[in-house]
Nanobody, 124 residues
Framework: VQLQASGGGLVQAGGSLRLSCVAS????????MGWFRQAPGPEREFVAA????????YYADSVKGRFTISRDSAKNTMYLQIYSLKPEDTAVYYC??????????????????WGQGTQVTVSS
């Protein structure tokens, strides 16, 4: 499975962005997909996740109300709509896919497939 993330860029504080992640490959199974972000440093932070079947969504507390995750099953594409961007949202945003539910959606170990990341920079 290949995941291709796009949509990042340089935005002023208060602005909006929509990130996209397209999944491709043969015969793959996706149970859930998610977005993580990584500011300079070793840790990759959970942002949001969506169950592919049914569309249930999950968010980190820090982004609730400003971020909306969605998917288009027909296009094998996941989105992250970000509103009211803040400088602290600056990070590389990674999309990820999990073929099986492993007990949660918030750990990097819950995902087997990763995209290459897209940079989001928010200026104050």
């Amino acid at each position: 499975v290949q995941l291709q993330a796009s949509g990042g860029g340089l935005v002023q504080a208060g602005g909006s962005l929509r990130l996209s992640c397209v999944a491709s490959g043969r015969g793959f199974t996706i149970n859930h997909m998610g977005w993580f972000r990584q500011a300079p440093g070793p840790e990759r932070e959970f942002v949001a996740a969506i169950r592919w079947s049914g569309g249930a969504t999950y968010y980190a507390d820090s982004v609730k109300g400003r971020f909306t995750i969605s998917r288009d099953s027909a296009k094998n594409t996941m989105y992250l709509q970000i509103y009211s961007l803040k400088p602290e949202d600056t990070a590389v945003y990674y999309c990820a896919g999990g073929p099986n539910y492993r007990g949660s959606y918030i750990l990097t170990s819950d995902y087997a497939y990763w995209g290459q990341g897209t940079q989001v920079t928010v200026s104050s």
